[in-house]
């Protein structure tokens, strides 16, 4: 199992970015996928969950209207749109997944949110 995250990068307060991560190693489709994100000196936190059929999504009650998560099962790709960012939503956001038990997590990419 592979996640490889991108999109990270610098933006104001107020902007928009929009995070991808590229999975592979396992039948993408069949599996539930999340972001995370962890501050410094915070706890890894969970941001938002897709289910494997992109039906159904949830969200931390702090970026609910603001981000989206969504999947292309056929690219095997699940992205994270963020808008409206705040200069203390800047972390390192990570993209996970949970197969045959294990817990699977990629590098991380680094979202700095600063005038």
């Known amino acids: 199992v592979q996640l490889v995250e991108s999109g990270g990068g610098l933006v104001q307060p107020g902007g928009s970015l929009r995070l991808s991560c590229a999975a592979s190693?396992?039948?993408?489709?069949?599996?539930?996928m999340s972001w995370y994100r962890q501050a410094p000196g915070k706890e890894r936190e969970l941001v938002a969950f897709?289910?494997?059929?992109?039906?159904?999504?949830n969200y931390a009650d702090s970026v609910k209207g603001r981000f989206t998560i969504s999947r292309d099962n056929a690219k095997n790709t699940v992205y994270l749109q963020m808008n409206s960012l705040k200069p203390e939503e800047t972390a390192v956001y990570y993209c996970?997944?949970?197969?045959?038990?294990?817990?699977?997590w990629g590098q991380g990419t680094q979202v700095t949110v600063s005038s």
């Open positions: 996970k997944t949970r197969v045959l038990g294990w817990n699977y």
């Open positions: 190693g396992f039948i993408f489709s069949s599996y539930d």
């Open positions: 897709i289910i494997s059929g992109g039906g159904n999504t």
